[in-house]
């Protein structure tokens, strides 16, 4: 195999692909990349138990940005090409693999050697059948719905589905769901069918469950264009297609709990304040929240809410914040600081709207302008 090409081109690919290179899998190609090279494209693939990342590069005649002189294929170390590539000034790299997988790298008077291993055992992403489910959904409210809820997916295996995010496809919206039983999040983004695909016997997929770090990767590979991303719903995998990128994400297995009961239909009290604000003041409370983060809110009166925290033989503090808005009976509740400045960061509007429906009862928050998205966090019980 051996190919020429645009330095920056190749490390775009690298970058791309690398994130589901799993570097302590046991399977050794598992922790690299594989490059196909023909006289239509490079292909870059990367896949892990959770993901597969596929990048192509087109060549374009004439053009002198990629150009294949030897089609073949071989298997290289994730992290150490991609660092050497990062590394390299721009202009051309010229990639050849010998009869024995050492890959060599050039460019200028740079030259790294790499041993690579046998390609044969990967294969591209199968692409979906014309008549498999499917909906297309803009690239900039993709990253949008994701970023809003795939924070909230639970960091243990003890209930697997908990690491999911739960999408549900109805009508012209998808809406996402996340929780790690203590927070819950909810987003949702506009979607449509395909022109191709809107007969009665295509209907939307069904609700599907993907690993929530998957799909978070793959909102920082989405460019931020008004593009539009397929999304194609198979039994066991979820295919991502837009632009040059590929990705085929594994369902999870399980059922998602019914999440929307435990959303309150009323509430004993209701605020508005800046978000901004709010999130600068949940970071100053939590360095003297102590280990469990914990920061207590108040109603001080018509006009201001009191946020305070406190550690045991350190010292406390304690911070006054305008309010917007506020109605209902006095309020005082703890709760998981570093939690809510997650939500309150994610919340992407000016004001953000706090419900209380008791003193026990999880706090609701969503932007104050719209409902596209919610917030659930169970409180924190002290003897206070």
């Known amino acids: ?127 979906p059948s014309s008549a498999a489910a499917s909906f297309l959904i803009s690239n900039e409210a993709l990253k949008r719905a994701i970023q809003q809820v795939a924070f909230a997916v639970s960091a243990s295996e003890t209930r697997p589905v908990l690491t999911g995010v739960f999408c549900k496809p109805s009508g012209t919206m998808l809406r996402l769901t996340a929780s790690d039983s203590i927070r819950l999040a909810t987003g949702q983004a506009e979607i449509r069918k395909e022109r191709s695909n809107e007969s009665a016997d295509n209907a939307l997929p069904q609700p599907f469950l993907v690993s929530g770090k998957a799909l978070y990767d793959i909102s920082k590979l989405i460019p931020s264009t008004t593009e539009m991303t397929r999304i194609f719903v198979a039994p066991e995998h979820v295919t991502v297609q837009t632009g040059p990128l590929e990705v085929s994400l594994t369902q999870l297995h399980g059922t998602y709990p019914a999440v929307d009961r435990l959303i309150p239909s009323a509430f004993v009290t209701e605020m508005v304040v800046s978000t901004a604000g709010l999130q600068s003041a949940i970071e100053r409370m939590m360095l003297m929240s102590g280990e469990g983060h914990l920061v207590r809110i108040d109603s001080a009166d018509a006009k201001t809410v009191r946020l305070a925290s406190r550690t045991s033989g350190v010292g406390d503090v304690c911070e006054l914040l305008p309010v917007q808005h506020l109605s209902g009976e006095a309020v005082a509740v703890c709760f998981n600081g570093k939690y809510m400045s997650d939500i309150v960061r994610t919340v992407g509007s000016e004001h953000v709207a706090i419900r209380f429906a008791g003193k026990w009862s999880p706090l609701l928050l969503q932007p104050a302008d719209c409902s596209a998205s919610q917030y659930l966090l169970t409180p924190i019980r002290t003897h206070a």
Not at 76 to 88: G, H, S, T
């Open 1 to 127: 195999m051996l190919f020429h090409i645009a330095q920056d081109e190749l490390l775009r690919a690298l970058q791309h692909v690398s994130r589901a290179a799993d570097a302590n899998s046991p399977i050794p190609s598992l922790s690299g990349i594989y490059v196909k090279a023909d006289s239509r494209q490079l292909l870059f693939i990367a896949g892990s138990d959770r993901m597969t990342i596929q990048y192509r590069v087109s060549i374009e005649p004439g053009s002198c940005r990629c150009e294949v002189v030897r089609s073949g294929n071989v298997i290289i170390p994730a992290n150490y090409v991609l660092e050497w590539v990062r590394k390299l000034p721009p202009g051309i790299v010229t990639v050849d693999t010998n009869q024995d997988l050492v890959v060599t790298i050039r460019s200028d008077a740079a030259v790294c050697r790499i041993s690579g291993m046998n390609g044969a055992p990967y294969t591209p992403i199968t692409r």
